[in-house]
């Protein structure tokens, strides 16, 4: 059964070795851009100690440890694997040199020498989510969160409802200059933000809104690549709905909030995904405004604490895991449409 | 669950009409329906009147001007200065001869990553495509494999990859499993230049392997299945009518992943932070650093290197034009 | 209930005049057809009217008032559009109820109004329904209703049965037709069917390149077309057309020579011709006699038999063709020589400017 399945080829009927290869090569596929990602979802749950383990293990196992009645700390505990004590396990009070010094956790009060290669650490299966429960209480995570959640919502409302009021103008309207307009806007794209950096920053600054959210929402909020996806779309919905609304004392307004904007839904709907992408993603321009850590977005919070000697990777991986969840959900539930609306359109 | 989210939707899809209702058609009786699409111009013109339009200007100003003041009225006048200090060296093939040696090994840097990241994207984006347009099943499963990770923030592709190249990381614990040396990937400059091409392929082939895919599915089937008749090798059938017919689409991509690939800088600056020494530093960061992260910061001089970079992206913008219209006429 | 006025309408595009200067009155309550070929600007005048298209010069008025500068929507017209213009996003109901919603109609009286015009057009099944999950027929009906809810002072249809089939557009045309009786509006309908227009209109208006050729009743269109664009577009089949010579004026209408120098007798108005000028005759396919032993020869190419009634397609000397419509059946068959015969009060005779002689005996009414 399985076997037919995969071995669906060209109506050939015959496995030959161009499958094999494909199939190697989608295998590799799923490893390499999966792998890692599922890798750090994995050391994410890990204790710090565990993540200093080297060479680390997949699954995230914890040194087990044991209270021992006289000492104040949880003891290591070591299984023994040479020697007269062999397949015992005692836990270890210290190191000295060669030598460790451990202790049956039944009978605490004989010390025992063990030399350190004849013990091998006992680990047990464990989730560390004291990583992920830490972010909230230590790091602020909530109001990094909260940034990034506020600037993409926002700036995804005002993308929306801006791009295709131009879009519903150049599409719908014959006007003196419609075609310069048209052409200036899409002779933007030639134009990306990275090249005028500094007088952008100069603009933004005169308004006042550096190291607020309203700084990062305001310079991208007027696309051409959703202007332009837009207005492609609309050029498809009949100019008699348009006038037939008119006929039924529709304002242009309404005209546009009622009927284009409704039918231009499935267009609408793949710029929302591209606002949502740039803007929980972005990085540069948010680093450049944002300097004052309690504006700063996940993006740049992550940023921030890699480059922080003390931060240590238990909290950074799962801030990491935190970040690519929302995304990630969202893949996995439009995966189709995404594809569907970025092939289409060649944009991201 | 998702009713009460609906509605919540709903009113407020209501509420907005309402309120920019009695203003537009005010402001329609006002300026008279065939003035109208100016209307709803109005506010995208703006934006891009404030952070597209008159930057470009000020840019200009700005490259001319000195000192680290971000106010114009108080930038002196410079000339030609920024960029004469910019491209002055004893010999071009030399960064250290020159007086900004940081630009011009950022400028070689980046000339190096553009040709070599978009030449092995580009391959392997197209071997994938080729893979995914066979009849294989779960297509759209491994798309999306290919694809994921486009989706993924550059700050955090460059997390995953630094924790996987870490000293102590699992790269490392698999080739002392093999029994070679660990490496110390990102403090290597040549690894770390590798490890950066690396990592941005695999953060952005899906992307361009979705473009080829498309290009690859326009190709209609009963020409292969012509070629099939007359007898074509399989290697004949790819070189004679696959290429040619997915060459327009590919000239898109070539064209669109080096204007990209001149732009790079997130995930890198994240993920070598431009070192060992500057040996990943590309030109963006050059000027990201040169105009906001050092002090002083040196206004004039960074937006005189974007305007050199705006020249470069403004040929491959050109070329993608050029490609794109007789991509339609095609 | 509305008169509309046309006063030297005019509508110019950049560089080019569309409609030039069009004067028309449309009565209260008439069912008025605009049709002409594509192209010639009945559309265009139609949704000048509407107040899609703005007017260039002249003035519109309804029940006497200029309405040039008002919108669309405050004219208090209602249109049917060719492609129904349903909104795809709404149900049926929501369609009809749209129009009203926008004017801030109580909720009861949208809904009375809606239902009224649901029974009327018998949709009442499908209200919760969407335009797409609509058959051509089912959508052409909310359309119409849609126009009725508004209670409109003047209904505009814009082609309206073009994209049904056949059989349909017969059923459509009889219960707009019936609409018409019943409501009892001024009603202006754009097609380029003259059957649609002869069996619907109170009156005619045909139109070309953006002038009028002609304002009257169907059969006065018919009988007494005023040149010959309107004599070939009304009436189906095409009305045969031959060249001629004026050769005498006598008392009882003009004779003429024809190609083959035959003598024509016609009986119309002598007055407006000289002996010598060339003038185009016209006979419909119903009045030519075939199989007599006088007239044109011809060669009877096609013969379509429908057992009531025969149409015989033949071809005279000259390649010209010639339609020949036969009540009954005919013992002919293709490939024969026959005659058809122009009777004298059956020819129109057409100056060579275009215009008609005016036609002295009717046969029909006589």
């Not at chain 2, 893979?131 to 989706?151: E, Q, S």
């Not at chain 2, 326009?218 to 696959?242: L, Q, W």
């Not at chain 3, 009945?42 to 029940?63: N, Q, V």
Request: proline residues 5%.
């Amino acid at each position: 059964m399985v076997w037919s399945f995969i071995s669906r080829t060209r109506g050939r009927g015959r496995f030959d070795v161009t499958d094999w290869l494909t199939w190697g090569y989608l295998i590799l596929g799923i490893v390499l851009m999966f792998g890692p990602v599922l890798w750090v979802a994995m050391s994410s749950f890990k204790t710090d100690a565990a993540l200093s383990e080297y060479p680390p293990s997949f699954l995230p196992f914890a040194p087990k440890t044991v209270m021992v009645e006289g000492y104040d700390d949880p003891l290591p505990l070591y299984e023994i694997t040479a020697g007269e004590h062999r397949g015992e396990v005692l836990a270890q009070i210290r190191r000295i040199g060669l030598n460790a010094q451990m202790v049956d956790p039944q009978n605490p009060a004989e010390k025992i020498n063990v030399k350190i290669g004849d013990r091998a650490p006992a680990r047990e299966f464990a989730m560390a989510f004291e990583n992920y429960s830490k972010l909230f209480e230590r790091f602020n995570f909530m109001r990094y969160f909260w940034n990034s959640v506020f600037i993409t919502v926002v700036a995804t409302i005002i993308t929306v409802i801006f791009n295709s009021m131009a879009a519903f103008a150049l599409a719908k309207y014959r006007f003196r200059g419609r075609t310069t307009v048209f052409l200036l806007i899409i002779a933007t794209l030639m134009i990306p933000p990275t090249i005028n950096l500094v007088p952008i920053y100069l603009v933004v600054n005169e308004l006042g809104l550096v190291n607020t959210p309203w700084g990062v929402i305001w310079p991208a909020v007027a696309t051409p690549t959703g202007v332009f996806l837009l207005r492609q779309y609309m050029l498809t919905i009949p100019d008699d709905l348009l006038d037939a609304a008119r006929m039924d004392h529709a304002s242009e307004w309404r005209v546009y909030w009622r009927i284009v904007l409704p039918l231009a839904a499935p267009a609408i709907a793949v710029l929302i995904i591209f606002s949502v992408m740039w803007r929980w993603n972005e990085f540069l321009w948010p680093l450049i405004v944002l300097t004052r850590s309690e504006e700063f977005t996940l993006q740049l919070a992550l940023n921030a604490f890699q480059g922080d000697l003390q931060t240590s990777w238990s909290g950074l991986l799962a801030m990491t895991v935190l970040t690519l969840l929302p995304i990630t959900i969202v893949f996995a539930l439009l995966q189709k449409n995404i594809t569907a609306g970025i092939a289409q359109s060649g944009v991201k | 669950m998702f009713k009460p989210l609906t509605q919540a939707v709903q009113l407020g899809y209501r509420t907005a009409f309402n309120l920019f209702e009695w203003p537009m058609a005010g402001a329609q009786r006002l300026v008279g329906i065939s003035r109208v699409a100016w209307l709803f111009l109005l506010p995208n013109l703006l934006i891009f009147g404030l952070f597209t339009f008159l930057p470009i200007i000020l840019n200009f100003f700005y490259a001319t001007t000195g000192s680290d003041a971000i106010l114009l009225s108080q930038r002196p006048y410079v000339g030609a200065e920024n960029f004469s200090s910019l491209l002055s060296c004893t010999d071009y093939l030399d960064p250290n001869s020159c007086r900004r040696d940081v630009f011009w090994r950022a400028v070689y840097n980046t000339g190096w990553f553009v040709v070599l990241q978009v030449g092995f994207m580009i391959a392997f984006s197209l071997v994938t495509a080729l893979i995914l347009n066979r009849d294989i099943p779960l297509k759209g499963f491994f798309r999306g494999v290919f694809f994921y990770p486009v989706l993924l923030s550059p700050v955090v592709v460059a997390l995953i990859w630094k924790w996987i190249l870490q000293r102590y990381g699992i790269f490392n614990a698999g080739l002392e499993d093999l029994g070679l040396a660990p490496v110390d990937w990102l403090i290597d400059a040549h690894w770390a230049f590798f490890w950066i091409i690396f990592v941005s392929i695999w953060a952005h082939m899906g992307f361009y392997t979705l473009i080829l895919l498309a290009g690859l599915q326009a190709i209609p089937s009963d020409v292969y299945e012509a070629a099939e008749m007359d007898g074509a090798s399989r290697f004949r059938v790819f070189s004679k009518i696959t290429m040619p017919l997915l060459m327009p689409t590919m000239v898109v991509v070539v064209v669109l992943s080096l204007i990209r690939a001149v732009q790079a800088f997130d995930e890198i600056f994240v993920l070598t932070g431009g070192g060992p020494g500057s040996a990943t530093t590309l030109i963006l960061q050059y000027i990201y650093e040169t105009g906001f992260a050092s002090r002083p910061q040196l206004f004039g001089l960074a937006a005189a290197a974007s305007i050199l970079m705006a020249v470069v992206l403004l040929v491959l913008t050109l070329l993608q034009l050029r490609a794109t219209r007789s991509q339609a006429e095609g | 209930m509305a008169v509309v006025e046309l006063q030297k309408l005019v509508k110019d595009y950049a560089g080019f005049r569309a409609i030039h200067g069009v004067d028309l009155r449309i009565d209260d309550g008439e069912f008025c057809v605009f049709v002409g070929p594509s192209g010639c600007g009945k559309s265009t005048l139609l949704r000048m009217i509407a107040g899609l298209e703005e007017i260039s010069d002249g003035e519109l008025r309804i029940d006497g008032r200029r309405v040039n500068e008002e919108r669309a929507a405050e004219r208090g017209l209602a249109m049917v559009f060719q492609s129904y213009a349903l909104y795809p996003h709404m149900t049926v109901r929501e369609n009809l109820a749209f129009g009203l919603e926008n004017i801030k109609t109580p909720k009861d009286e949208i809904r009375r109004r809606v239902d009224e015009a649901a029974r009327m057009l018998q949709i009442g099944d499908y209200m919760e329904r969407r335009p797409k999950q609509l058959s051509g027929g089912q959508r052409q009906r909310v359309a119409i209703g849609r126009a009725v809810v508004r209670e409109p002072k003047v209904f505009l249809f814009d082609e309206p049965l073009s994209n049904l089939d056949a059989e349909l557009r017969v059923v459509m045309r009889g219960e707009i037709s019936q609409l018409h009786r019943r409501l009892g509006n001024t009603m202006i309908y754009v097609t380029h069917d003259q059957v649609e227009a002869m069996t619907m209109a109170d009156k005619i208006v045909v139109l070309k390149l953006g002038t009028i050729q002609q304002v009257g009743s169907p059969l006065d269109l018919y009988n007494r077309p005023a040149n010959q664009f309107v004599a070939g577009f009304i009436g189906s089949p095409r009305m045969n057309f031959f060249e001629a010579t004026v050769a005498e004026q006598a008392r009882g209408g003009i004779v003429a020579t024809d190609e083959g120098g035959r003598r024509v007798e016609a009986a119309v108005s002598p007055e407006r011709v000289e002996p010598g000028a060339p003038v185009t005759l016209g006979v419909r396919p119903e009045h030519l006699e075939i199989g007599s032993e006088r007239g044109h020869p011809v060669t009877v190419e096609t013969i379509e038999q429908l057992g009531g009634e025969s149409y015989l397609y033949c071809r005279d000397s000259n390649g010209r063709p010639i339609t020949v419509h036969k009540s009954g059946q005919t013992r002919i068959r293709a490939g024969e020589e026959a005659k058809v015969f122009l009777p004298a009060e059956a020819i129109h005779v057409f100056r060579e400017d275009g215009s008609a002689l005016e036609r002295l005996r009717i046969g029909e009414e006589a």
